[in-house]
């Protein structure tokens, strides 16, 4: 097992989390028990290169060539950092344990934090640094915060409880450029001309799919490693978890997804196939996110949807469920620390004619 990154593999999702907070340990969050690993060849804070499919070979960034039968390809994705903005102290993106505990350390003694983009993990950031004397600005270029993952009107609503918290919100802005002080960020100065004074930035403005290494290879690259059903993207080649693009049967068309448990099954599904004993992979895509106290599930599929069906909680402005629709059918749940709602509705998404169904579990 190849790995850029030199610490032993670790919950990723804590990067933003625990680690970030200072609460969690890179001990604390490693994936394997001591000595689980020790079957394994590892061969960490090296990066593969290039691979070439014919000679069944992947070279390492140190010249090694290592030979293979099969390949499995889970280089994952990179977080985006815009060729404008340059690379100050105190401006960070998040993506890996470092990237968390150097952002940790910046944030020891910051007053005053800006984070670019309201996504999942700018959302997240965002409700992190949070506190009583610490200032947090979060930009978003959208109409609102987590508007590409959970549609318009959660945004909104989402974007109320932020506010609520002291954030504040600033939709619809860009960054244009960054103020320094002796190489170090000391204001962001959006597209509209307001300038923000930041002791820290955090970028959270997406991420890319890590096949540059692939180039040349004669693999299929279009936004992923396009694979088929079985994950394969080549005889004996598979890719899996962020990389990975393949045709999902229940939506019909190819996905890449971007969360934390698609990795994880897909990393089952490719072993087993190649095992022998597994077969075409199909899943119910399946995020979390933790935002100030609420924990916030989706499964499904958001961004097809047409109709959304809101099923309020005894808190006027957080919703406990959210049903997305298209057609007759239910393509996504979100549920508001409320996973026992979200587990029958997990079975109904993709079916056919499922929407009506949906709605008559969750009520109004
Ligand atoms: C800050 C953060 C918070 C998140 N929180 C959540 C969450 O709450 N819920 C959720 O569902 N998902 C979350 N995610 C998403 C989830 O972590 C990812 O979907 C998951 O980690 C993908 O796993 P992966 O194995 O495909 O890729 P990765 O976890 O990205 O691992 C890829 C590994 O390959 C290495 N690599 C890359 N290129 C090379 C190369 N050429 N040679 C050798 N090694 C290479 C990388 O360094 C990395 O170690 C979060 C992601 C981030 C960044």
């Known amino acids: 097992m190849v790995g850029a990154e030199r610490n032993l ?19 604390e969050i490693g994936l394997a028990f001591p000595g689980e690993l020790d079957d394994l060849d590892l061969i960490l804070g ?12 992947v070279t390492l960034d140190d010249g090694t060539a290592l030979g293979f039968e099969v390949l499995f390809i889970a280089t994952g994705s990179a977080a985006v950092w815009p060729a404008s903005i340059p690379h100050l102290q105190g401006v960070h993106t998040l993506r890996t344990a470092d990237d968390s505990m150097a952002l940790c350390a910046d944030l020891s003694d910051a007053k005053r934090v800006v984070v670019v983009g309201g996504g999942f993990i700018g959302a997240e950031v965002a409700a992190g640094i949070k506190s009583a004397d610490v200032d947090v600005t979060m930009i978003v270029a959208g109409t609102v915060p987590l508007e590409r993952a959970l549609g318009r009107e959660f945004g909104e609503e989402w974007a109320g409880v932020h506010r609520e918290h002291g954030i504040d919100v600033r939709c619809g802005e860009y960054v244009a450029s960054l103020s320094a002080e002796f190489d170090r960020v000391s204001a962001v100065v959006l597209s509209d001309g307001t300038s923000i004074d930041a002791d820290v930035v955090v970028l959270g403005i997406g991420a890319r799919p890590v096949t540059d290494w692939l180039h040349g290879s004669g693999l299929t690259l279009s936004d992923g490693v396009v694979c088929d059903e079985n994950l394969m993207a080549a005889p004996g080649i598979y890719a899996i978890g962020d990389v990975a693009k393949w045709p ?10 971007e969360h934390w448990t698609n990795a994880h099954e897909q990393g089952t599904a490719a072993a087993r196939h190649y095992l022998g004993v597994g077969g075409p992979f199909e899943n119910v895509p399946y995020v979390w996110t933790d935002q100030f106290g609420y924990r916030i599930q989706v499964y499904g599929k958001t961004t097809a949807a047409d109709l959304i069906h809101r099923v309020p909680s005894a808190n006027p402005s957080v919703p406990r469920i959210v049903l997305y629709g298209s057609g ?9 620390d409320d996973p026992r709602s979200l587990l029958p509705l997990r079975r109904l998404i993709a079916q056919p004619d499922s929407w009506e169904h949906a709605l008559s579990l969750v009520g109004s």
């Not at 007759?328 to 508001?336: H, K, P, T």
């Open 248 to 257: 999902h049967p229940k939506f019909g068309q190819l996905l890449r997804v």
């Open 9 to 27: 593999p670790y919950d990723r999702t804590a990067v933003s989390k625990g680690l970030m907070s200072g609460s969690d340990t890179i001990d």
């Open 328 to 336: 007759s059918r239910l393509m996504a749940a979100l549920g508001v």
């Open 46 to 57: 090296h990066t593969a290169v290039s691979l070439d499919v014919e000679r069944r070979r």
